[in-house]
């Protein structure tokens, strides 16, 4: 079955640690992204990249870094900078280039990371 | 002004009711417009994309004013299983890094 996978699911983190969350897809798709939900809140956008070995910011990228050394990989580091890291990470792709006739995102089943 | 604005809710609604729900957008150059499921603890979902014309499918109606700049669905026969929160979703440009998510509404649906 072809989808994302993110791990870990539960993570707990003590303060000034990084960490970093795996995200995987087989769906050959070329845009990876990362978002970030609070409670109460939307969905923000901390990362995303749209081809292997390129990424950009959204619109929350202080105190997080990503890599894209493969295509089917979108890594998410959280790291000692970040203020209030405890949310619900997901990580989702798309297809490139002319939008999808749905403009449909692929989300993860999401990493909820908490920092005590 | 938030850039798309939705009713938090909860909508408590009983079984069989028709409920609907709407969403406001300030970016006036906005392309597409969509609306995601999400289940408590869960990932969003599409749900269905709301096209200029209005679209239907099955008890789910979409509809889309570009002059009032707001964007509705209609659940019609409301079922135990369509508890969840709805977000509504509005991309401003080509790239799907270009969507705006709504905080969501959430709907129960109550025996």
């Known amino acids: 079955d072809g989808g994302i996978t993110q791990s870990p699911k539960y993570l707990f983190r003590k303060e000034g640690q990084n960490v970093t969350l795996s995200c995987e897809q087989n769906l050959n798709h070329d845009a990876m992204y990362w978002y970030r939900q609070d409670p109460g809140q939307g969905l923000r956008l901390i990362y995303y990249?749209?081809?292997?070995?390129?990424?950009q910011k959204g619109d929350i990228a202080e105190g997080y870094s990503v890599s894209r050394e493969k295509k089917e990989s979108f890594p998410l580091t959280v790291t000692s900078a970040q203020k209030n890291p405890t949310a619900f990470y997901l990580c989702a792709s798309s297809i490139l280039g002319a939008p999808s006739p749905t403009g449909e995102l692929f989300f993860g089943e999401g990493s909820r990371l908490t920092v005590l | 002004r938030k850039e798309v604005e939705q009713d938090p809710g909860p909508f408590n609604v009983p079984e069989g009711a028709t409920v609907a729900f709407n969403c406001t957008y300030s970016?006036?150059?906005?392309?597409?417009f969509f609306w995601y499921r999400q289940d408590c603890r869960k990932e969003p979902k599409l749900l269905m994309s709301v096209y200029s014309s209005g679209n239907e499918d099955g008890r789910f109606t979409a509809q889309l004013n570009r002059a009032s700049q707001y964007i509705s669905l209609l659940i019609r026969d409301s079922k135990l299983s369509d508890s969840a929160t709805y977000l509504c979703v509005v991309r401003s440009g080509a790239g799907s890094y270009q969507l705006t998510f709504g905080k969501g509404t959430k709907l129960s649906v109550i025996p």
């Open positions: 990249s749209q081809i292997v070995n390129d990424f």
């Open positions: 970016n006036s150059a906005s392309q597409s």
